[in-house]
């Protein structure tokens, strides 16, 4: 047996009424339907609501807008001061007279031109190298660092006059001070100042010098008085004694020009006796 085509549904009652009224009272019932329905209202309360919440994301938003910029504002601001104060540093850094080194595990961080210039490097050359290169020897490295690990956990600052070593192997005269950058976390690093001290070390040592030989020449000085007072005052006493007796003509009578000279030789012996006292 063949399939049946499905049933077509039963059509609306009225529906059907309606189709069975006339073309233009359909137009007429369908107008006065469209009058009868209610007008659709409009909900004031949701409309603000809405309202206030786009106000709300709105002014949050102008808020974190704001709040955004004052803090890149400050942040430029910031970021600019800390720029002028390491251009500052760096500066004065640069401008020192002595050589100035940051080092951290005795490696070299941070140095300064003129203590490149101590030691014969070119600026920079010495950044990243051990402080070893300064030391002419593996003793006086071991020592130095040893005095300088026991003033960083006291507090206290480390100086000691060494010699050092340019790059070039030529030694010098050093003058170093060392502390450490942060007492509480003395691993942060050592800041030190080293200083040529070789021509003031040569000054001092021909002034010791000087003042050896000034007090040797007062001790030859000294002695040559001292022996020329003695060799001299000795004779002059015995002339100055002689003429008297000769003058009171003890040893015999004297014409005028015997006695005229006799007391030219004791007034000449007397002078003379005289300057040596004083001398």
Known sequence: PGSRPPAAPAPCPSAKALRTIPERERAVIYSRWAQASPAPRTDHGLIWKIVAAAGAVVALSGFWNWRLGKEVAERKLATEALRQASEEQRAILEAATSGIVLAKDRTIVRC???????????????????????YPDEETFEDVGAGISICAGKGTVFRKELQLVRRDGSLFWGRMKAQALDVATPSRGVVGVIED????REHAEALRKALEDAESADRIKSAFLATMSHELRTPLNSIIGFTG???????????????????????SSRHLLSLINDV
Do not use: C
Not at 114 to 119: E, G, R, S, T
Not at 126 to 133: D, E, F, H, K, L
Not at 245 to 267: C, F, R, T
């Open 112 to 134: 300064n031109r003129k203590l490149d210039a101590i030691f014969g490097y070119a600026p920079g050359g010495m950044i990243g190298q051990t402080t070893r290169v300064w």
């Open 245 to 267: 007796i000769m003058l009171q003509g003890l040893a015999g009578p004297l014409n005028a020009e015997q006695h005229k000279q006799m007391s030219m030789v004791q007034n």
């Open 197 to 200: 001290v070789t021509e003031e």
